[in-house]
C-alpha cells in the first residue's frame, strides 16, 4: 500500500521559511518523480516544483521560482520542499505526489497546511 505523508506546514510571517516533508512508502521511491501541488483557498490546485529521478531535474512554477528549492533523499524516501520568503499568498495546502511507472499509478498525500500571515 502505497501512502505520502506531508508534514512541515504551520504559520508564519512573510518573509520567514518553512521546510516541507512528504514522506514516502510503499513506492519504488528512487524510480518516481515527485511534485508539490499548492491549492490556495476557492482556488484550483496548481503545480508549484517538480523533481526527476534519477537526475534530480527540477521544474518551479514562476510564482515560486528563487523561492522554493525541492529536492529529494532517496534514502529516507522523502521529499522535500524548502520555501523561503514566503507571501500571503503562498497561503494554502501543499500536497505531493508520486507516479509509480510499474503500475502507472500516480498517489497523493493529504497534504499540510502553510498560513502566511502579512
Known amino acids: 500500500q502505497v501512502q505520502l505523508v506531508e508534514s512541515g506546514g504551520g504559520l508564519v510571517h512573510a518573509g520567514e521559511s518553512l521546510r516541507l516533508s512528504c514522506a514516502a512508502s510503499?513506492?519504488?521511491?528512487?524510480?518516481?518523480?515527485m511534485n508539490w501541488w499548492h491549492q490556495a483557498p476557492g482556488k484550483e490546485r496548481e503545480l508549484v516544483a517538480a523533481?526527476?529521478?534519477?537526475?534530480?531535474?527540477?521544474w518551479y512554477a514562476d510564482s515560486v521560482k528563487g523561492r522554493f528549492t525541492v529536492f529529494r533523499d532517496n534514502v529516507e524516501n522523502t521529499v522535500y520542499l524548502q520555501m523561503n520568503s514566503l507571501k500571503p499568498e503562498d497561503t494554502g495546502a501543499y500536497i505531493c505526489?508520486?507516479?509509480?511507472?510499474?503500475?502507472?499509478?500516480?498517489?497523493w498525500g493529504r497534504g499540510t497546511y502553510v498560513t502566511v500571515s502579512s
Open positions: 523533481i526527476t529521478t534519477p537526475s534530480g531535474s527540477t
Open positions: 505526489n508520486g507516479y509509480s511507472a510499474p503500475s502507472r499509478n500516480t498517489y
Open positions: 510503499g513506492l519504488t521511491f528512487s524510480n518516481s518523480p
